[in-house]
């Protein structure tokens, strides 16, 4: 967590740095509770605390493990700015490995539109392509339960970026 990140938590909290660290590392659903949503929206926070509040809100509802919530807001804090920021998306991948699994995961989930175009006007793998490489990807660094909630996530993702981000 940055500095800005933890006095943002601290303030819309009103708990002390090392009760919320504490708190943090227990039950982070405690802290997203604390916030209002005006909170949420208008926070100077970094993209990495932002994504995870986000992914911790929204699944709160699910089943999903919380270390799996963890490890997915990391690889949207990881590849999404990338994806986001070049004029065309990277897409194919020298090795299929935990990090391509993250990186598909993030394509497909956010997206979509580019792997649908790339598609229809340039004859490339569609969305069910690179979703597979997503999962194949996650069993091989064995993260089978990742890779069993990957059509999940991917569905998650999009509603993220498309109705709470924008």
Known sequence: MKPGDLQFLCKSTSLSEGKLLSLVEE???????ALTDADF?????????FTRLTIFKETKEC????????????????????????????????ELDESAGQHYLVLTGMFPEFIMYKSSKKGAPGLT????????????????????????????????????WY
Do not use: M
């Not at 039950?27 to 509770?33: E, L, P, Q, S």
């Not at 963890?70 to 990338?82: G, K, L």
């Not at 392509?129 to 339960?145: I, V």
């Open 27 to 33: 039950d982070f659903i405690n802290v997203i509770d």
């Open 41 to 49: 929206k208008t926070a100077p926070i970094s993209l990495e605390l």
């Open 63 to 94: 089943d999903f493990p919380l270390s799996e919530k963890a490890y997915v807001s990391d690889c949207v804090s990881i590849h999404y700015p990338r994806l986001f920021k070049t004029s065309h998306y990277l897409i194919d991948k020298k």
């Open 129 to 164: 392509f690179y979703t597979g490489l997503a999962k194949q990807a996650f069993k091989f660094a064995d993260r089978s339960e990742l890779a069993d909630h990957v059509n999940d996530w991917i569905d998650l993702l999009y509603y993220i970026k498309n109705y709470c």
